[in-house]
């Protein structure tokens, strides 16, 4: 069964920074794309940037670039994002996603929560 499993979430404020991890399990993820997605109150899910499995490539959203870092560590299946200098606008439950192609495989996302 595969499963994405995202922790590091939590309460921070503006200026601050938190590390998400998102552990995938299932099958190998390797050469797969990983990345972010958020979703805040009342708002559509949005795209957050993603990595593809040669780790070549890495793509951000512009609200993020600049301030956002992702990684991946494939040994370990799991796929790393670094916040730094949040901003309330940030706050949002982010969801891992995985897929060969396009993104199959979702997590059940980790709230992020930026004050003022």
Do not use: H
């Amino acid at each position: 069964q595969v499963q994405l499993v995202e922790s590091g979430g939590g309460l921070v404020q503006a200026g601050g920074s938190l590390r998400l991890s998102c552990a995938a399990s299932g099958r190998t993820f390797s050469n797969d794309r990983m990345g972010w997605f958020r979703q805040a109150p009342g708002k559509e899910r949005e795209y957050v940037c993603s990595i593809d499995g040669s780790e070549s490539t890495i793509y951000y959203a512009g609200s993020v670039k600049g301030r956002f870092t992702l990684s991946r560590d494939n040994a370990k299946n799991t796929v790393y994002l670094q916040m730094d200098s949040l901003k309330p606008e940030d706050t949002a439950v982010y969801y891992c996603a995985a897929g060969p192609g396009t993104f199959r495989y979702w997590g059940q996302g980790t709230q992020v929560t930026v004050t003022s």
